[in-house]
């Protein structure tokens, strides 16, 4: 069963940053983490950022400019570093992966960010 284990949330002022963590025992060779993802109340899932294998980034245009995703191959585990955050930026965020051999996707238990002051 793959687990993907998710960390860093909380709440914090407008202004501030967080930075989110993904991490899974799986190999990188079985597994590709490749995107955040996030859940406000009422509303749709939603893409924040995706990294491919070879790297390349792309993010959603509300968040361009202040979020960052990466991804660390030695300990295969994804991050979300999140600068300037806003109150619309609150929701649960997802950390998604997918598997190289029959394109499964999975997801991580949901981290909840707040920004409120």
């Known amino acids: 069963q793959v687990q993907l284990v998710e960390s860093g949330g909380g709440l914090v002022q407008p202004g501030g940053s967080l930075r989110l963590s993904c991490a899974t025992s799986?190999?990188?060779?079985?597994?590709?983490?490749r995107g955040w993802y996030r859940q406000a109340p009422g509303k749709e899932r939603e893409l924040v950022a995706r990294i491919t294998s070879g790297g390349s980034t792309n993010y959603a245009d509300s968040v361009k400019g202040r979020f960052t995703i990466s991804r660390d191959n030695a300990v295969n585990t994804l991050y979300l570093q999140m600068n300037s955050l806003r109150p619309e930026d609150t929701a649960v965020y997802y950390c998604?992966?997918?598997?190289?051999?029959?394109?499964?996707?999975?997801w991580g238990q949901g981290t909840q960010v707040t920004v409120s002051s």
């Open positions: 998604n992966a997918r598997s190289f051999y029959g394109n499964k996707d999975y």
């Open positions: 799986e190999s990188i060779f079985s597994i590709n983490l």
